[in-house]
Structure formats: C-alpha cells, structure tokens
C-alpha cells in the first residue's frame, strides 16, 4: 500500500535550482521521518538528507549542506529539497526513502546538471 512518487528532475545548468517533491500514500505520513537518497551511473547509493516527522530537525549529507534544504507539509503527505546552486556532481537519480519495518523506495526522478 505504501507509493512514494518523485517528481520535478530535470536538466539545468551548473548554478541554478531545482525543487523536488515526494508524494506520499498508504502511510500516515506525519508518523515517519524521511529521507532523500541519490545515485549516479555506476556509483552507490548514497543518502542526501533527512527530516523527522514534524520537520523540526534536518541532516544533510556534507556535500550539499549549505546548498539543499529539506522540508515536509505533512497536510500534503508531501517532502521537498529545495536544491540551489547545482553542480555537476549532483547529477543523479533521486530517490525518496521510507522505513516502516522494511524500507520503501520512490521510483526516482532524474537530476541532470551540466553546461
């Protein structure tokens, strides 16, 4: 029952932003905290940032602290990441992350960066 849906990927140049969302159902969302994972061709994949359930406390990978923020609307069953001043390296698919005694997975929305 539970879906998680990733949107708003896309290709932008090196400097700009990108807002993603995750769409949540079959959970009552508020209870969980979140995360965002991303993964590049050919590399592992690697956890980006996380919030809890009321959005109080966030944890951001170093790579992007200071350039991502995450955030959640738990009357939308939805959460963010707000991505500013993109680079090249964050070029990835990006996942949305759930564990609710097994762990569950968007299907991923894909981040080009590149000039």
């Known amino acids: 029952q539970v879906q998680l849906v990733e949107s708003g990927g896309g290709l932008v140049q090196p400097g700009g932003s990108l807002r993603l969302s995750c769409a949540a159902s079959?959970?009552?969302?508020?209870?969980?905290?979140m995360s965002w994972y991303r993964q590049a061709p050919g590399k592992e994949r690697d956890l980006v940032a996380t919030?809890?359930?009321?959005?109080?406390?966030?944890n951001y990978d170093d790579s992007v602290k200071g350039r991502f923020t995450i955030s959640r609307d738990n009357a939308k069953n939805t959460m963010y990441l707000q991505m500013n001043s993109l680079k090249p390296e964050d070029t990835a698919v990006y996942y949305c992350?759930?564990?609710?005694?097994?762990?569950?997975w968007g299907q991923g929305t894909q981040v080009t960066v590149s000039s």
């Open positions: 992350y759930v564990q609710i005694i097994r762990a569950y």
């Open positions: 079959g959970l009552t969302f508020s209870n969980y905290a």
């Open positions: 919030i809890s359930r009321s959005g109080g406390n966030t």
